[in-house]
């Protein structure tokens, strides 16, 4: 199995929901760099509803050998140029990631990538969760940004809405 490196977002995210053991159901284990690890605890200590993912047995907290191998981009969150960095250290590795800049980086260095929504269809089609509409609809409701249009597409992959024929 690859190794899954995951940024800050999708954990805030699919714990808010519910969800966050998703993660360790679908990939048994995931990987988090401490800036990550970091960037929870000071959401954790503003009052933010967040996990402690030290206290998770599947979360492996692993820092990166060299940061200098990523491209230098001022508007890449340290959370997420950990993630990549880990990701160019792993080869094979699989990020998420819901980030539009860092996802465009992980695509430009061939990082393999999903966000997100793919955990939520992954569990989907994998009988974890018995539909996507109402955690779509959860992820909204905390200001999670999905476009009508991906919104449609992913609805229609977890075969929830049935195309127009």
Not at 7 to 15: F, V
Not at 63 to 86: M, N, R
Not at 96 to 108: F, G, M, T
Request: proline residues 7%; aromatic residues 2%.
């Amino acid at each position: 199995m690859s190794d899954i490196i995951v940024d800050t977002s999708p954990i805030q995210y699919l714990h808010q929901i519910g969800q966050l053991s998703l993660l360790a159901r679908l990939s048994g284990s995931i990987i988090a760099p401490p800036q990550v690890v970091k960037e929870l605890e000071s959401g954790r200590d503003l009052g933010i509803d967040l996990p402690n993912i030290r206290t998770l047995n599947w979360v492996n907290v692993r820092s990166p050998q060299s940061i200098a191998a990523l491209p230098l981009l001022k508007d890449l969150g340290p959370g997420e140029t950990q993630v990549l960095a880990l990701a160019l250290e792993l080869p094979g590795a699989v990020v998420i990631i819901d980030d539009n800049l860092a996802r465009q980086v992980a695509e430009s260095l061939n990082i393999k990538l999903m966000g997100t929504l793919r955990v939520l269809l992954d569990a989907k089609l994998a009988g974890m969760v018995p539909a996507v509409a109402p955690l779509l609809d959860q992820l909204q409701s905390l200001r999670f940004r999905v476009d009508q249009k991906t919104r449609l597409a992913v609805l229609k992959m977890a075969g929830e809405i049935v195309p127009n024929g």
